[in-house]
């Protein structure tokens, strides 16, 4: 079964300080990842796309990672400002079952001051 | 990026009664739009898929007479959730796609409470 765990499911940080989220797949064949933002009561909005030959995206204060071969990837948040205090979500697409999305739990940020 | 909005964003609705939600691509045409739901403190739930012009795809277990999905042109998906009750109370959160693309647009979610 095609699955995405995020790790940790909740974390809290103090503003300005850094943090990584953590993301492992078992979906394959592998299509893209895709890392979200979501603020409470909000639509996710995209931070990064990743493909199969993509190690590395930075999207201003997110860098994320991936690594095809273990199935792995990170999403690191530099210099945490309040308002990135949201839950996080890890999307992998398949290369076939119809391009399905799979959707991990997500990780819940806050950021205090 | 491509903008997708919801319609309405909050709705209070009586238990019996039909809800319709809308699902526009305001600057692209979207071949194919998803319908999610989400209860608290969970991640969203893939509830169908919409492809324009033909009939919806449902997840395993959503009731396709309950959850009445419309995908009449390229730019706008309806959901309709028919007799709704109170265990419907949710989150619904749509998003469209490009016609060969990566990218996941997500609407801004309905929230939808049922008395």
């Known amino acids: 079964k095609n699955q995405v765990e995020q790790s940790p499911q909740s974390l809290i940080i103090l503003e300005g300080k850094n943090c990584t989220l953590q993301c492992n797949y078992t979906v394959s064949p592998f299509s893209n990842l895709r890392w979200y933002k979501q603020d409470t009561g909000r639509g996710p909005v995209s931070l990064t796309i990743?493909?199969?030959?993509?190690n590395t995206k930075s999207n201003g204060r997110y860098t994320a990672t991936l690594d095809a071969d273990t199935k792995q990837s990170s999403l690191h948040i530099t210099a945490s400002q309040l308002s990135d205090s949201a839950s996080y979500i890890c999307v992998v697409i398949s290369n076939t079952n119809a391009g399905k999305s799979t959707f991990g739990d997500g990780t819940t940020l806050t950021v205090k001051p | 990026g491509a903008v997708v909005s919801q319609h309405p964003s909050r709705v209070i609705c009586k238990s019996g009664t039909s809800v319709k939600i809308e699902c526009r691509s305001l600057?692209?045409?979207?071949?194919?739009m998803f319908w999610y739901r989400q209860f608290p403190k969970q991640s969203l739930m893939l509830m169908a898929t919409s492809n324009e012009g033909s009939k919806a795809t449902y997840e395993q277990g959503v009731e396709k007479d309950k959850f009445l999905i419309n995908h009449a042109s390229l730019t706008l998906s309806t959901l309709t959730v028919t007799s709704a009750h109170p265990e419907d109370s949710s989150f619904y959160i749509c998003?469209?796609?490009?016609?060969?693309?990566?990218?996941?647009?997500f609407g801004p979610g309905t929230r939808l409470t049922v008395t």
């Open positions: 600057d692209f045409q979207a071949t194919t």
């Open positions: 990743m493909t199969f030959s993509e």
């Open positions: 998003s469209a796609i490009l016609s060969g693309a990566y990218e996941q647009y």
